[in-house]
Each structure stands twice: as structure tokens, then as C-alpha cells.
């Protein structure tokens, strides 16, 4: 029998390989997917919404600093955190996104409030933070998200590229601590994402991102870009995506897959492969997509040497994976 609710989550794709990271890094990051995991299946358990669900999973992934999403995101080169997300309702085709957040603790929250209170898809940068104040949602001091390692990239990339390194933000702790110590250079693609189905038969997909390393001139990706990084319908599945996002952009490939699963008549797993390890890689690009269908089928397919992914179903045991040959 199909499970009557699933979920599949990522913590972004890149050069993740067993010789990269060290046993601390792996469980770290284990630990923290299955966590995220099952925080949306909590949602799910207890009947609730595929939209509720990948929220709640989403907030656990923003909160860590393992991660490129709220806590711990990339920085620009002005050494700013800019934060986007999106979510969207497969059940209405209901979306909602924002782009340059820079003191909202959850964005995903944010792209979910212009869903119920605006009349808009996407909104960006100082309109869009104004916005999330007025809906109420939680402000933080922009040093929260900072990390000592993310620090150290943005340092790093500005040398290589001979541009000047900003001043440490003001705030920022003088010493990497805890987690954050752990977080591993996956190259790019930190972005997380959920996708989950519920017992009602509704999929949703969402999708956080502080963007790539030393991201400059207003840089947007396809993370809060519905249809390349984040695409739902109940008529084919539910999809996210983490990777070059300029690539993702082109394709389109959240829709695209979408589109082959409803008009091409493909299942889940052939049609992420199709586009991911056909499509994505013949145009240059790189990263992987996870997603999820309304007969309970899920899938992900990634063409870099890692993905921090995991899915749980009803009746189904909790799967976690890293690396390219974990199940």
C-alpha cells in the first residue's frame, strides 16, 4: 500500500565525500537531517498539512548552523547574510517566495506569509523584510547568523578573486563555537529544502537559502524562484531543488520535472534522473533535487558527489544518506 504521508528533505548537494569529512562532520550532519525529518513527520503523524509539515522541518534546518540557510548562510562580498525562500501548495498552486532577507529568522515562514497575507508570489529586499515585520514574524540581530567558518569562506573566495575583505560584522563572536565548528565547505550548495505529502492526498514543497559564497551585486539563485527551485501539484508531485542555481534557473527544473511526471507519464525517479543526471549536467550544471508524489513515491537524484538528504513515510523506517553510495 501507498503510505498515506511522506517526506523527503535536503541539506544541500556539492563535494561531500567520505575523505572530506570527518566522523564528527558526518554524524553532525546524520544527526541533523533526521532531525529535520522528523520534526515534519511529527506534523504529519498527527494529521496535519503538507504545507505545516515542510515549515516545521524547514525551521530546524534554518536554526542550524551546519547548514546555507538562516543560521550559518553564506555571506556576500559586502559581508552581509541575504536569505531567500519559497513555498508553495500543490493542492491550490498557491505560492509564495522572498529574496535578500537579511534579519528575518526564518524565511521560509516569510515566503509562507506572502501566501496568506498578500496578494503577491515574490517579494525582495527591503519591501520583503518590511513585510515580514508586519506579519509578525521574528526579527533577529543580523550577527545571529553568523558563523566563524562561512567568515572564513567569504575571507578566502575575496582573496582568490583579489577583492577587499569587508570589516567582521558588528557583533559577530570573536570564536567559532559549538556546531558551527563542524560545518563542512560543500562548495555552493548549503540550500535546504522539504517536500512532504499528507494524509489528505496534498503535497508541498519549500525550499531556504542563504546563497553562494561571496554573492555579489544583489545575487538571486533559484531557490526563491518558483518553478526552477521549488514546484508543487497534486496533478504530478512536489519538488526542490539545491545546486547552481543559475543552471536550475534556465531549466526550469522543479516544473520541468513536474511536467514529465503529469504529461510525459513518467515516474518520480525517472523523471528527476532524466532532468538531473540528463539535462543538468549536458547544460554545465550541478546539484541535485529531492521530491515527493501524491501516490507516495519519492525520490532525489543529485550529479555531485553528495547530497545531505533524507525521507520517512508512514509505515516506512527513517533513511538518512551523505555520500553518492548510501542507500
Known amino acids: 500500500m501507498a503510505p498515506r504521508w511522506a517526506l523527503v528533505a535536503h541539506g544541500g548537494a556539492g563535494s561531500i565525500t567520505r575523505e572530506q569529512l570527518t ?5 553532525a550532519y546524520r544527526e541533523a537531517m533526521a532531525a529535520a525529518a522528523e520534526a515534519g513527520a511529527a506534523v504529519l503523524r498527527a494529521g496535519g498539512s503538507a504545507m505545516d509539515a515542510v515549515e516545521a522541518a524547514i525551521h530546524v534546518l534554518e536554526d542550524d548552523p551546519l547548514f546555507n ?6 555571506f556576500t562580498a559586502e559581508g552581509r547574510i541575504e536569505l531567500d525562500a519559497s513555498i508553495m501548495d500543490g493542492r491550490t498552486l498557491a505560492a509564495g517566495a522572498v529574496a535578500g532577507l537579511t534579519t528575518t529568522r526564518h524565511p521560509i515562514s516569510a515566503a509562507r ?3 496568506e497575507g498578500s496578494s503577491h508570489v515574490m517579494l525582495g529586499g527591503e519591501g520583503a523584510e518590511a513585510f515580514a515585520r508586519s506579519q509578525g514574524l521574528e526579527q533577529v540581530d543580523p550577527a545571529w547568523f553568523f558563523t566563524e567558518r562561512r567568515w572564513c569562506s567569504l575571507e578566502k573566495a575575496l582573496t582568490r578573486q583579489g577583492l577587499p575583505v569587508p570589516a567582521r560584522p558588528a557583533g559577530a563572536p570573536a570564536e567559532a563555537a559549538g556546531k558551527a565548528a563542524l560545518v563542512h565547505e560543500e562548495g555552493k550548495y548549503g540550500t535546504v529544502g522539504v517536500v512532504a505529502l499528507d494524509a489528505h492526498g496534498d503535497v508541498a514543497a519549500g525550499t531556504s537559502t542563504g546563497g553562494t559564497n561571496a554573492k555579489r551585486w544583489g545575487r538571486v539563485g533559484d531557490s526563491p524562484i518558483i518553478g526552477a527551485g521549488t514546484y508543487a501539484s497534486n496533478k504530478a508531485c512536489a519538488v526542490s531543488c539545491t545546486g547552481a542555481g543559475e543552471y536550475f534557473i534556465r531549466l526550469g527544473v522543479a516544473h520541468e520535472i513536474c511536467a514529465r511526471v503529469q504529461h510525459g507519464g513518467l515516474s518520480l525517479q525517472a523523471a528527476v534522473d532524466q532532468v538531473v543526471q ?5 547544460l554545465g550544471g550541478d546539484g541535485g533535487v529531492i521530491a515527493v508524489a501524491p501516490d507516495g513515491q519519492m525520490a532525489w537524484s543529485f550529479n555531485t558527489s553528495g547530497m545531505y538528504r533524507a525521507r520517512i513515510a508512514e ?10 553510495d548510501d542507500p
Do not use: S
Request: glycine letters at 14%; proline letters at 7%; zero cysteines.
Open 113 to 115: 506569509a506572502v501566501i
Open 278 to 282: 540528463d539535462e543538468l549536467t549536458a
Open 69 to 74: 540557510a538562516g543560521r550559518g548562510a553564506a
Open 23 to 27: 566522523p564528527e562532520q558526518e554524524t
Open 315 to 324: 509505515g516506512e523506517p527513517l533513511v538518512v544518506g551523505v555520500y553518492k
